[in-house]
């Protein structure tokens, strides 16, 4: 044996040591037995513990469970609750005047949680959150006991005082009980309902009794001694137990002389758990668990801070709902509970020896270390059945029945109890695991030394496998009867047949090949990217990162229940065959599993080996390989815990303030972001609690927060919110209905409704006077060019007064004489006189043009545009009348000449060139625009003319779109040839219209 493997194992032996968790005393040893003599480990339980660095109170007196599933721990530090990860204190601090010290605690049925103190403080309760005095008259030095009686009474006995010791609360009010009650002046020590009713009570020196239904306590001629404790066990005896001693007095009412009896230093607490087995508390000496007490194998269990316990001196121990036993002692808080896995028993431990397993046809499993193999018969612990004094380097299920043994140097076949067969094997490979195929070859890969092959009774090198390149490291048979070789150098040659699958690590998408895992329907390869089936279509993978429990597996197991088992790094794992196998047909799909791992008992990782690391016994226990030991699991044993977890919301923190839960919540205006805390009482293993939540009003869908314990919002605005949670327990049993937390964030003064209305309002009263303000300076804009038109209107009447009006006025007067002359001449007459009366129509007419530059005139549109529509130049029968829509408003006399000399110039335009059989002149009075039209249905307009501004030479459309523009309107034409031709004028409506005076405006 190496040095290494020597200093392993002596460094193993000194942990073991230091580390010896729960150990045993059989019957009759005395407790103070060296344990040396005496101690052996407690199957199937884990102790863990949280000492006074992990946050523990020290000194602890008593411990309950209050139907929410809160553990109660109190003592000298006060009163505290845990749910299993934090202690929270309630209460005044150890340091405060007001401090409390905690003697006794009760969790009645309804919920109360009662109290009693030491130093002469009486009793509390805590009743919907608060703490409030129990108002028990009488105080004393401290509370002895408390407990509550099948009507729901409350029954405590109190110390330091030997007249009435036993008081009772019930519907309200307090009894003290003094000799009148039966009992002796002394003081009454504990008291005990037995199932039938019967109330059990120690004082002093002996035990009393009250029938169901009387109101006298009776002796029963038991003595004892102060601190006297009683239990009453599953079959109904009750037991004593004293300072020296643990005797059984009483089965069903029946007192029992010289029962059942075993020695005890100083028990001072005792309880029988779900099981039957009875816990004892001691003064000074840790705590006993007597397994069948009143049988004649009983097997007593002592649990010190010599194997594990924070402290000798215990004073409280409790059983929660879940089975824990909680242990309370001077230097923090113990839990001891039942776990499913445990260790090979009769097989050694040793981290520097292989472990190997196999199982035979018969279902009976098979253990090998170094030097022995065991076998293990269905409900039966493993048994030696070969020594060998040469290295054992594998074993393996053969064919016919029964096992092969590999050891350096032979093969041996072990059938019926016996060495059935011997096969010389050379020495010069080691065997790294081995596999019978369906024809009866034994496959034997020996890494750098190749691979071999037993067959009829002959062992060769197969040919075509280089060792020291192919590494051939392992070997599985699958469900079809062929060896699957595990390559962790190069692969084949791909043209050479072999009678065996080869595998290598760059050949499967598992990244490599950790496990070589055959099913019942297929092989799988797992390593650190998964689970992969390279055997099926398209090589189907579980990646690592949607199942953690893919990654690097080194054993599987599937069992005719329809569930495959693994180990691997994460731990042992269950899961159902049809799930994995509906998985790899549609990836992506769920696959619910359950962990067993170092919380459940497992004691070391993942054997790292090559050969079968799990199997499956006849009698269903699940066997496998660990690196310092063989452990198993046997599924009928498993419960499940169908009582879904209690979640409770504790507290909203946002800032640097913290505000305990409570039913209508209002936090202040400006909050925005916070974060509630919430926890399950769920004691067992509290780390594999899941939560879901979600906040109506923020958003309805629920969030999967996993095992974290608080939820963070931001962004919230005020208003109503309602907080839901739902706790998951490790079984997949949700809550039955929500935890709920419904709560206010006020508004800020700025966020009312209110507000934000006087804020619109302001903003509309804002716009109204940056319109007003344009409005003005447009008016303004307008007032100064109307100002300089009309300078520029009057500047033009002078020069035409002066020039032409009076040119015109010589010529008819020149033409006026020459008409006198021949005034005779009635033909000459017929052509003067009419262009005489048309020079003075003109020349009126000019003067009217010249007083109207000079002043506005206040004339009607309407009419002046009939008139112009009318006038005999044009066709009439080819014009429409004037068609009006919507109700006609007076047009501002600003505008008006220009209005009438455009739409003049568009109907001239019409009548000249567009050969229309039909006019129109149309005027529409809308709301926001004011709109003109000439149309016709004539030839149309050419689109050049349109985009020009017309022909060359003639500026028609030009002037007439200039001159709209200039007071603020637009000019729009559209024709098609063919198709006629629309001339618009759109001139806003606060241009266009005159002011409307008193009722005059219109409705609209």
């Not at 689970?531 to 993978?541: K, M, Q």
């Not at 047909?585 to 079968?612: I, M």
């Not at 016994?617 to 452990?631: C, P, Q, S």
């Not at 739409?903 to 000249?912: F, K």
Request: net charge positive.
């Amino acid at each position: 044996m190496s040095f290494r493997r020597v200093l392993r194992r002596v460094a193993r032996a000194a942990c073991a040591g230091l580390l010896l968790g729960l150990v045993a005393l059989p019957s009759g040893a005395a407790p103070g037995t060296s344990q040396s003599d005496a101690i052996m480990p407690i199957e199937g339980y884990k102790l863990h513990h949280w000492s006074l660095e992990e946050g523990s109170p020290s000194r602890i007196n008593a411990i309950t469970q209050t139907r929410d599933g809160f553990l109660w721990v109190g003592g000298v530090d006060g009163l505290h609750r845990f749910d299993g990860l934090t202690f929270e204190r309630i209460g005044p601090r150890p340091t405060d005047p007001a401090r409390i010290v905690v003697a006794r605690l009760l969790a009645a049925r309804d919920g109360t949680l009662w109290i009693g103190l030491a130093r002469r403080k009486g009793m509390l309760v805590w009743r919907g959150g608060k703490l409030s005095s129990a108002g028990m008259p009488g105080s004393s030095r401290e509370v002895n006991d408390i407990t509550e009686g099948p009507d729901g009474a409350i029954w405590v006995t109190r110390g330091g005082r030997s007249s009435r010791s036993l008081a009772r609360w019930y519907k309200g009010r307090w009894t003290e009980f003094d000799t009148i009650s039966g009992l002796p002046e002394k003081q009454a020590w504990h008291p005990l309902f037995a199932r039938d009713g019967t109330f059990w009570l120690t004082v002093d020196d002996a035990v009393y009794r009250k029938a169901p239904g009387t109101d006298r306590f009776t002796p029963t001629g038991i003595a004892t001694e102060p601190r006297a404790t009683l239990a009453e066990a599953l079959d109904g005896t009750i037991w004593l137990t004293e300072k020296e001693r643990t005797r059984a007095i009483a089965r069903h009412g029946r007192v029992i002389a010289n029962g059942p009896a075993f020695p005890i230093p100083f028990g001072i607490r005792t309880l029988f758990d779900r099981h039957g087995d009875l816990w004892i508390a001691t003064w000074s000496d840790g705590v006993f668990r007597i397994n069948t007490p009143a049988g004649a194998r009983r097997t007593m269990a002592h649990l010190t801070s010599r194997n594990g316990l924070l402290s000798d001196p215990v004073r409280a121990v409790f059983e929660d709902r879940e089975g824990n036993i909680w242990i309370g002692g001077e230097m923090g808080l113990n839990m001891v509970r039942r776990v499913p896995i445990r260790a090979a028993r009769g097989v050694p431990a040793g981290p520097a020896t292989n472990h190997m397993l196999a199982v035979d046809q018969a279902g009976t499993v098979y253990i090998a270390n170094d030097k022995t193999v065991f076998a293990v018969s269905p409900r039966a612990d493993p048994q030696p059945i070969l020594a060998s004094p040469v290295l054992i380097e594998a074993i393996c299920k053969a064919q016919g029945g029964g096992i092969w043994i590999v050891l350096r140097g032979k093969a041996l076949r072990w059938q019926g109890g016996r060495v059935a067969a011997t096969f010389p094997l050379p020495t010069s490979f080691a065997a790294n695991s081995c596999g019978e195929d369906a024809q009866g070859r034994l496959w034997l890969p020996a890494l750098q030394n190749g691979l071999f092959v037993l067959e009829a009774g002959q062992v060769r090198a197969w040919p075509g496998i280089a060792g020291k390149v192919n590494i051939p490291g392992n070997v599985a048979i699958m469900a079809d009867g062929r060896a699957a070789i595990h390559l962790r150098g190069t692969a084949l040659d791909g043209n050479v047949a072999t009678p065996f699958v080869v595998l290598t690590d760059n050949g499967v998408a598992s990244d490599g090949v950790e496990g070589l895992l055959p099913g019942a329907r297929t092989l799988y390869t797992s390593g650190a990217a998964g689970l992969a089936a390279p055997l099926l279509p398209g090589s189907p993978t579980l990646t690592s990162g949607r199942y953690p429990w893919a990654s690097s597996i080194n054993g599987l197991v599937q069992t005719p229940t329809g569930e495959s088992w693994t180990i691997g790094d994460l731990g042992v794992v269950r899961l159902k065959t049809a799930d994995l196998e509906r998985a790899l047909a549609h990836p992506g799909s769920d696959v619910p599993y359950r962990l067993f791992d170092f919380r459940d008992g497992l004691t070391s990782f993942a054997q790292k080996s090559s050969g079968t690391q799990i199997v499956a016994g006849k009698d269903g226990r699940l066997w496998f390989a660990t690196r310092d030991t063989v452990e198993y699991i046997d599924p009928a044993g498993l419960t499940v815990d169908t009582r879904p977890p209690d979640q409770i919301i504790r507290a909203i923190a946002f800032g640097q303030e913290r505000v305990a839960a409570r039913p209508g919540l209002a936090l202040a205006a400006h909050v925005t972001a916070f974060t509630i805390e919430y926890t399950a009482t769920s004691l067992a293993v509290p780390d594999r609690v899941r939560f879901r939540y979600r906040l109506i009003g923020h958003t309805n869908d629920w969030v999967d927060a996993g095992h974290r314990r608080s939820a963070s919002f931001s962004g919230l605005d005020p208003g109503d919110y309602r907080f839901e949670l739902l706790a998951v327990n490790e079984d997949g049993v949700v809550s039955r209905k929500p935890a709920v937390l419904a709560f206010t964030i006020a508004y800020a003064f700025y966020q009312t409704w209110w507000f934000r209305c006087l804020t619109v309002l302001a903003v509309c009263g804002l716009l109204y006077l940056i319109y007003a303000i344009r409005l003005q300076q447009v008016s303004s804009q307008m007032r100064v060019r109307m100002l300089v038109r009309t300078g520029e209107r009057e500047r033009i009447a002078r020069e035409l007064h002066d020039t032409m009006i009076q040119g015109v006025q010589g010529l008819i007067l020149r033409f006026q004489a020459v008409a006198d002359r021949f005034g005779d001449d009635a033909e000459a007459q017929a052509i003067l006189q009419p262009a005489l009366e048309r020079a003075e129509e003109v020349l009126v007419e000019g003067r009217e043009r010249v007083t109207g530059l000079r002043r506005q005139r206040a004339h009607d549109f309407t009419e002046e545009l009939t008139r112009l529509v009318g006038n005999e130049i044009f066709p009439q029968d080819r014009i429409a009348p004037i068609a009006l829509a919507r109700t006609p408003r007076p047009i501002a006399s600003a505008v008006i000449d220009d209005l009438l000399a455009v739409l003049g110039e568009a109907l001239s335009n019409a009548v000249a060139h567009s050969q229309a059989s039909r006019i129109e002149v149309g005027l529409r009075f809308g709301r926001w625009t004011f709109v003109a039209y000439v149309r016709d249905n004539g030839i149309g307009m050419h689109q050049k003319i349109i985009a020009e501004g017309g022909t060359p030479g003639h500026f028609g459309l030009l002037g007439m779109k200039e001159r709209i523009e200039a007071i603020g309107g637009k000019l729009v034409v559209e024709s098609a040839s063919g198709f006629g031709t629309v001339v618009e004028l759109h001139i806003p409506a606060r241009i266009a219209y005159a002011k409307w005076h008193g009722s005059d405006r219109p409705r609209y």
